[in-house]
């Protein structure tokens, strides 16, 4: 069935240097992209969003990038912090549509000192 | 409150048993879902509420699940005879409207321990 999905399960990034989150999503309906953040114990909270007629989107110390043309998607993270670290969802949907808001597996962010 | 309330945070049953899970969402939010999330896994679809229409159930792993949403606002998960793979934290959120925004609010989930 359309998966969303992560190349990388764990990435250890040293504090002040740059993340880089990659996803790939295999429904080439969906049309609405969102990264979540969720921190132990916690539920996912939502970072930022792309639609499919963007290929970049900027926010606080955050930035999203989409190819469509290959179906990726990544967060970036500039000058990653302590309270970076958690684990980052990226996720799908094809609006107007019944459909759902699908999540991949997931990748966890380290932040050494 | 100003967030997704979910009882209780953590319960612990023998199998067989049955649970209820509930969730509260934030006031005025139209769209409510139930995810489930495995150890270390990603977020699993369990089933969505909006508005009046008939939910979307189709994330449902048995019909050992059902839930309900009573009065447009309060939801209860129920699992019956319950299973040790059915075991993880059980995710609630809510959204102002449903399939055309992703920003959905999280309760911070409830624990089950399946013995």
């Known amino acids: 069935g359309e998966s969303v999905g992560l190349h990388l399960p764990t990435l250890s990034v040293q504090e002040g240097d740059n993340s880089i989150i990659n996803c790939a999503y295999s429904?080439?309906?969906?049309?609405?992209f969102i990264w979540y953040k969720q921190e132990s114990g916690k539920g996912p909270q939502f970072i930022i969003d792309?639609?499919?007629?963007?290929d970049k989107r900027q926010g606080q110390r955050v930035t999203v990038l989409l190819n469509k043309t290959v179906k990726h998607l990544s967060l970036q993270i500039a000058a990653t912090q302590p309270g970076d670290s958690a684990v980052y969802f990226c996720a799908e949907i094809a609006t107007g549509t019944a459909s759902k808001l699908t999540f991949g597996t997931g990748t966890r962010l380290q932040v050494t000192l | 409150g100003a967030g997704v309330s979910q009882s209780p945070s953590n319960k612990v049953t023998e199998k067989g048993k049955d649970v209820e899970l509930r969730c509260d969402p934030i006031?005025?939010?139209?769209?409510l879902y139930w995810y489930r999330q495995s150890l270390g896994q990603g977020l699993e679809f369990l089933i969505y509420f909006q508005g009046n229409s008939a939910p979307d159930k189709s994330g449902l792993p048995s019909d050992r699940f059902s839930a309900e949403r009573t009065g447009g606002s309060v939801s209860t998960l129920t699992i019956q005879r319950t299973q040790q793979e059915d075991s993880a934290v059980y995710l609630c959120?809510?959204?102002?409207?449903?399939?055309?925004?992703?920003?959905?609010?999280f309760g911070e989930g409830s624990r089950l321990t399946v013995l």
């Open positions: 792309i639609r499919s007629n963007m």
């Open positions: 429904n080439s309906a969906s049309d609405y």
């Open positions: 006031s005025g939010h139209t769209a």
């Open positions: 959120a809510s959204s102002r409207r449903g399939g055309n925004t992703g920003e959905l609010f």
